[in-house]
């Protein structure tokens, strides 16, 4: 049986570690459950809280990338499920290849990047 937890605007760095704890039990919800609008919802709220709160560092996209996913607590395999392609997720993580526009249109939703931060120049290796 889900619990069901009502959610407010998050203004505190407690409510937000709660709203990423509960992100992280519901984040494979299938569509269409109360877990999956939850699950919306406070992906939401997140990100305005981080918006209000966080400055983005000064860092190429690649790491943005990384550092992000450390907070989610997302592996390279997690974002392969969304490319598809364990390959070119460790090419782009590994300064290999160099991100598509589709390529940042998904990892600034999955990820909450701001666009802007994903489209900065960088050198690969």
Same mark, same amino acid.
């Given at each position: 049986?889900?619990?069901?937890?009502?959610?407010? &605007? %998050?203004? *505190?760095?407690? +409510?937000?570690?709660?709203? #990423?704890?509960?992100?992280?039990? !519901?984040?494979?919800?299938?569509?269409?459950?109360?877990?999956?609008?939850?699950?919306?919802?406070?992906?939401? &709220? %997140?990100? *305005?809280?981080? +918006?209000?709160?966080?400055? #983005?560092?000064?860092?190429?996209? !690649?790491?943005?990338?990384?550092?992000?996913?450390?907070?989610?607590?997302?592996?390279?395999?997690?974002?392969?499920?969304?490319?598809?392609?364990?390959?070119?997720?460790?090419?782009?993580?590994?300064?290999?290849?160099?991100?598509?526009?589709?390529?940042?249109?998904?990892?600034?939703?999955?990820?909450?990047?701001?666009?802007?931060?994903?489209?900065?120049?960088?050198?690969?290796?």
């Amino acid at each position: 049986m889900s619990r069901k937890i009502s959610w407010y &605007l %998050i203004d *505190s760095e407690q +409510e937000y570690s709660k709203a #990423l704890t509960r992100y992280q039990e !519901i984040k494979y919800a299938e569509n269409g459950t109360d877990e999956h609008k939850e699950k919306l919802l406070v992906a939401h &709220l %997140i990100s *305005s809280y981080e +918006e209000k709160t966080s400055q #983005l560092p000064e860092v190429d996209p !690649i790491e943005m990338i990384k550092i992000r996913m450390e907070d989610f607590g997302y592996k390279p395999a997690d974002l392969a499920k969304e490319f598809g392609d364990k390959g070119t997720i460790s090419k782009i993580l590994n300064y290999k290849r160099a991100l598509s526009m589709t390529m940042v249109r998904r990892f600034s939703k999955l990820l909450h990047i701001p666009v802007d931060a994903l489209i900065a120049e960088y050198e690969l290796r």
